[in-house]
């Protein structure tokens, strides 16, 4: 795993173009601290730097950039190619390469770009990976990305150069970037936790779309990203001819596929664990490495100390079962103030998914032990984990019916009821139906109602946070977007698979994995998602919506196969996720910070939030009347990563 970054001008570059890449590498040592390099061609006004973390070929035979054995190309990458021997194999069989140097999957895919081009190379590489290629030949800068965007890649025109990098902060570092923060994104930052792609908290500052890639040149430098792979037609394509084997067959075929996958992220040359939750993917995760390992590997959980919060001891029980060398951590008010003035730093952008905050301290955890862990990301979005793929559809049959007014109505009922009241009357009938915290979930589920006329509306419902972000935001407006523009959503009839497909588009590649990827890299981590392998997507999207959702709960395939493995009862219970108590402690140890970073005078001052909604929300928050810890969340973060900006952007 590495960072790189870099830059095309039009013109000539200065003569400090060395200089100003290696500074823009300097930026994000912490995804690469073991090796530094930088590559410049005056000439042709490109300059390339790279930091490395060395998984893979420890050597210097895997230093970066490097150079392709042909001459033509120079390549700066982060990321991992699983299947790269595979690719040399076949290389080799067509005669196509000289002595290999060394073997780093960086050498792999440069000798496969020669011999194949860039697209054919990427569509038979399996991994995840980001990477810049110049081509010295023809003056031509390939950006690209992996199939669903586990690595990042950040690029625009500022002036007269083309920037490009693992982080913004990186691009943050050339001295023609303009720090102009982008009014749209931040009004989709309100909506959604996080600014989804292609957009980037920085105007003219766009993220590669996942599956594509980007050809430029100073003679055509407003050339459009091109897909190479896509996950929404992989969807239409597997709902449309759908595994027809039988029920055990499908387990069969899942352990097979899952388990190649996970023996395949299991190859490095540092020391390897698994993040373990305690939940169905994780918990299948370290199954099949425990089962393809020799000695017990690494498990690494985080719990709290608020019980209605805590499955450290689900991942505890389960780490005894299948004899994992297992470290518990625990997460609490006072570690979340301390990981607090980090967290602008550490995302890089303005990011609010409040589970960022155990997932930081687990990557740190893990990272004293491990350069590698693997995780259950994904398991969700493709099994069908989420219980708004299970409730969503049935409670929408139960209100369909209504007139719009009653179901407004009812909806506003439930969002004026104060969280502790719901969970009093509900928490023992949710608890028996599968449902943890039915406060906080029935009390946007009735903010939801009051705007829903169909199930997709609910569904959008569920997966945003304010309402009338473009009012919120000063000069506010909305982009573009992919819950807006559902013109281009896949095209398929089951609603319950609509939903998992928007959510393996947007909500997956934007959130879950960006939290995952910031967290672990601060901290030097490589982290690997075995459900993203391309055989176990293709797989997950082909089996009927009986094989994942069955008798009111989800991925039960993926609870099937655990059986294998697992006895049931250690994992019989409501799905939680990685949630923090964060409505408490707004109202309890981190009030103070909060009602600095949300004092009405400063939100005027700086110009970018209308303050009064915002200050009518903190109110309703702090009395106990509302549940919008998390909506404040992306406010509160915004505010943080301003902060860490200077104060100005």
Same mark, same amino acid.
């Given at each position: 795993m590495c960072g790189f970054a870099g830059f095309l001008s039009r013109h000539k570059h200065p003569g400090d173009a060395q200089a100003i890449a290696t500074s823009m590498a300097a930026r994000i040592v912490h995804r690469g601290p073991d090796d530094h390099g930088a590559w410049v061609d005056s000439e042709s006004g490109i300059a390339m730097s790279h930091r490395r973390l060395a998984v893979v070929d420890l050597s210097a035979a895997?230093?970066?950039?490097?150079?392709?054995?042909?001459?033509?190309?120079?390549?700066?990458?982060?990321?991992?190619?699983?299947?790269?021997?595979e690719l040399r194999a076949q290389l080799d069989a067509e005669g196509a390469v000289r002595p290999w140097r060394g073997h780093s999957d960086t050498e792999t895919l440069l000798a496969a770009v020669d011999e194949w081009g860039v697209v054919e190379s990427l569509k038979r590489s399996v991994g995840m990976f980001a990477f810049a290629l110049w081509d010295r030949r023809e003056r031509e800068l390939w950006l690209a990305r992996d199939r669903i965007g586990e690595k990042p890649l950040y690029y625009g025109w500022q002036g007269e150069s083309f920037l490009f990098g693992s982080e913004l902060t990186a691009l943050r570092a050339h001295p023609a970037f303009d720090a102009k923060v982008d009014r749209g994104a931040l009004a989709l930052l309100l909506r959604h936790n996080h600014v989804p792609g292609p957009w980037s908290i920085f105007a003219g500052i766009r993220k590669l779309p996942p599956g594509s890639v980007l050809k430029i040149s100073a003679n055509k430098p407003d050339a459009a990203p091109l897909s190479w792979w896509s996950l929404a037609e992989l969807a239409e394509r597997s709902v449309a001819n759908p595994f027809a084997g039988s029920e055990e067959e499908a387990t069969d075929v899942l352990e097979r596929l899952l388990g190649n996958s996970v023996r395949g992220q299991m190859a490095a040359d540092v020391p390897l664990g698994a993040l373990l939750s305690g939940g169905i993917d994780s918990s299948l995760v370290t199954a099949l490495m425990q089962a393809n390992s020799a000695r017990p590997i690494?498990?690494?959980?985080?719990?709290?100390?608020?019980?209605?919060?805590?499955?450290?001891?689900?991942?505890?029980?389960?780490?005894?079962?299948?004899?994992?060398?297992?470290?518990?951590?625990?997460?609490?008010a006072s570690d979340a103030l301390e990981l607090i003035p980090r967290l602008a730093q550490i995302y890089d952008e303005p990011f609010a998914d409040a589970s960022q905050l155990p997932t930081c301290l687990v990557m740190q955890q893990a990272r004293r032990h491990v350069t590698v862990a693997l995780s259950g990301d994904a398991g969700d979005e493709f099994f069908g984990g989420y219980n708004r793929y299970v409730f969503g559809?049935?409670?929408?049959?139960?209100?369909?019916?209504?007139?719009?007014?009653?179901? =407004?109505?009812?909806?506003?009922?439930?969002?004026?009821?104060?969280?502790?009241?719901?969970? =009093?009357?509900?928490?023992?009938?949710?608890?028996?139906?599968?449902?943890?915290?039915?406060?906080?979930?029935?009390h946007k589920l009735g903010r939801c109602l009051r705007d829903a006329s169909s199930l997709d509306d609910l569904y959008v419902g569920l997966v945003s946070g304010w309402r009338d972000v473009e009012n919120m935001v000063v000069d506010g407006f909305i982009p573009p977007n992919l819950l807006d523009s559902r013109e281009t959503w896949p095209r398929l009839s089951d609603p319950v698979a609509r939903m998992m497909a928007l959510d393996s588009l947007g909500y997956l590649p934007d959130d879950i994995l960006v939290k995952v990827d910031r967290a672990s890299m601060a901290v030097s981590l490589e982290t690997r998602a075995p459900f993203l392998d391309?055989?176990?997507?293709?797989f997950a999207w082909s089996l009927p919506m009986s094989m994942k959702l069955r008798d009111g709960r989800g991925k039960w395939l993926l609870r099937r196969l655990l059986d294998r493995h697992v006895p049931r009862d250690l994992l019989d219970r409501p799905k939680a996720g990685f949630a923090i108590p964060l409505d408490a402690w707004l109202r309890g140890p981190l009030r103070e910070w909060a009602e600095s970073m949300l004092e009405e005078g400063r939100l005027r001052r700086e110009g970018y939030f209308d303050p009064k909604p915002i200050r009518a929300a903190w109110a309703q928050h702090v009395r106990g009347r509302a549940s919008s810890g998390h909506r404040l969340w992306s406010v509160l973060m915004f505010q943080a990563w301003l902060q860490q900006q200077g104060g100005s952007a």
């Amino acid at each position: 795993m590495c960072g790189f970054a870099g830059f095309l001008s039009r013109h000539k570059h200065p003569g400090d173009a060395q200089a100003i890449a290696t500074s823009m590498a300097a930026r994000i040592v912490h995804r690469g601290p073991d090796d530094h390099g930088a590559w410049v061609d005056s000439e042709s006004g490109i300059a390339m730097s790279h930091r490395r973390l060395a998984v893979v070929d420890l050597s210097a035979a895997g230093h970066q950039p490097m150079l392709s054995a042909s001459g033509r190309w120079v390549l700066v990458y982060n990321g991992e190619i699983y299947n790269h021997l595979e690719l040399r194999a076949q290389l080799d069989a067509e005669g196509a390469v000289r002595p290999w140097r060394g073997h780093s999957d960086t050498e792999t895919l440069l000798a496969a770009v020669d011999e194949w081009g860039v697209v054919e190379s990427l569509k038979r590489s399996v991994g995840m990976f980001a990477f810049a290629l110049w081509d010295r030949r023809e003056r031509e800068l390939w950006l690209a990305r992996d199939r669903i965007g586990e690595k990042p890649l950040y690029y625009g025109w500022q002036g007269e150069s083309f920037l490009f990098g693992s982080e913004l902060t990186a691009l943050r570092a050339h001295p023609a970037f303009d720090a102009k923060v982008d009014r749209g994104a931040l009004a989709l930052l309100l909506r959604h936790n996080h600014v989804p792609g292609p957009w980037s908290i920085f105007a003219g500052i766009r993220k590669l779309p996942p599956g594509s890639v980007l050809k430029i040149s100073a003679n055509k430098p407003d050339a459009a990203p091109l897909s190479w792979w896509s996950l929404a037609e992989l969807a239409e394509r597997s709902v449309a001819n759908p595994f027809a084997g039988s029920e055990e067959e499908a387990t069969d075929v899942l352990e097979r596929l899952l388990g190649n996958s996970v023996r395949g992220q299991m190859a490095a040359d540092v020391p390897l664990g698994a993040l373990l939750s305690g939940g169905i993917d994780s918990s299948l995760v370290t199954a099949l490495m425990q089962a393809n390992s020799a000695r017990p590997i690494r498990t690494f959980s985080i719990g709290f100390a608020e019980k209605d919060h805590d499955e450290a001891q689900h991942a505890r029980a389960i780490a005894a079962h299948l004899g994992t060398e297992h470290s518990e951590f625990r997460l609490a008010a006072s570690d979340a103030l301390e990981l607090i003035p980090r967290l602008a730093q550490i995302y890089d952008e303005p990011f609010a998914d409040a589970s960022q905050l155990p997932t930081c301290l687990v990557m740190q955890q893990a990272r004293r032990h491990v350069t590698v862990a693997l995780s259950g990301d994904a398991g969700d979005e493709f099994f069908g984990g989420y219980n708004r793929y299970v409730f969503g559809p049935g409670l929408w049959k139960r209100v369909a019916w209504m007139p719009s007014f009653v179901r =407004r109505g009812l909806g506003a009922g439930l969002a004026a009821m104060p969280v502790p009241a719901i969970n =009093r009357a509900f928490g023992r009938i949710a608890g028996k139906a599968g449902i943890a915290l039915p406060g906080e979930k029935l009390h946007k589920l009735g903010r939801c109602l009051r705007d829903a006329s169909s199930l997709d509306d609910l569904y959008v419902g569920l997966v945003s946070g304010w309402r009338d972000v473009e009012n919120m935001v000063v000069d506010g407006f909305i982009p573009p977007n992919l819950l807006d523009s559902r013109e281009t959503w896949p095209r398929l009839s089951d609603p319950v698979a609509r939903m998992m497909a928007l959510d393996s588009l947007g909500y997956l590649p934007d959130d879950i994995l960006v939290k995952v990827d910031r967290a672990s890299m601060a901290v030097s981590l490589e982290t690997r998602a075995p459900f993203l392998d391309r055989d176990v997507m293709a797989f997950a999207w082909s089996l009927p919506m009986s094989m994942k959702l069955r008798d009111g709960r989800g991925k039960w395939l993926l609870r099937r196969l655990l059986d294998r493995h697992v006895p049931r009862d250690l994992l019989d219970r409501p799905k939680a996720g990685f949630a923090i108590p964060l409505d408490a402690w707004l109202r309890g140890p981190l009030r103070e910070w909060a009602e600095s970073m949300l004092e009405e005078g400063r939100l005027r001052r700086e110009g970018y939030f209308d303050p009064k909604p915002i200050r009518a929300a903190w109110a309703q928050h702090v009395r106990g009347r509302a549940s919008s810890g998390h909506r404040l969340w992306s406010v509160l973060m915004f505010q943080a990563w301003l902060q860490q900006q200077g104060g100005s952007a």
